[in-house]
């Protein structure tokens, strides 16, 4: 597996671990909808939480949060949609960020962002 990819995968397990010990129950990941992807689909008990993990090595060139475009927004809103039709889901819909950064000594620092975009679509 190239490096990049295992940086990615990593941090994906450390945000369903994450979102776990906060209390999330997670219904899915790296759930597909022809060529798209949702990385996390979680819940509590207030809403459905459509979850973007951006895992970045450093921060030099880019916050992980900031790349998440436009385009990917609206990817992940289509993708969300497939995901509710098909499940039935009646819950609001939250889309939250996550940016995971490697630790010096192990582990990631973690930015959780709630709500970080509304669907500009529905």
Not at 71 to 85: D, F, P
Not at 90 to 100: E, G, P, Q, Y
């Amino acid at each position: 597996m190239a490096e990049h990819n295992k940086l990615g995968t990593d941090g994906e397990k450390a945000a369903v671990n994450y979102l776990q010990s906060n209390g999330y129950t997670i219904l899915h990941t790296n759930w597909r909808c022809g060529h798209l992807e949702l990385d996390i689909i979680a819940e509590n008990n207030q809403f459905l939480i459509i979850i973007e993990v951006k895992t970045r090595s450093s921060t030099r060139f880019i916050l992980p949060q900031d790349a998440v475009t436009h385009t990917k927004i609206r990817h992940i809103v289509n993708a969300a949609q497939g995901y509710i039709h098909q499940y039935g889901i009646t819950k609001d819909v939250r889309f939250d960020i996550m940016a995971l950064i490697p630790g010096e000594h192990g582990g990631y620092s973690i930015d959780h962002i709630k709500d970080a975009f509304m669907s500009p679509v529905w």
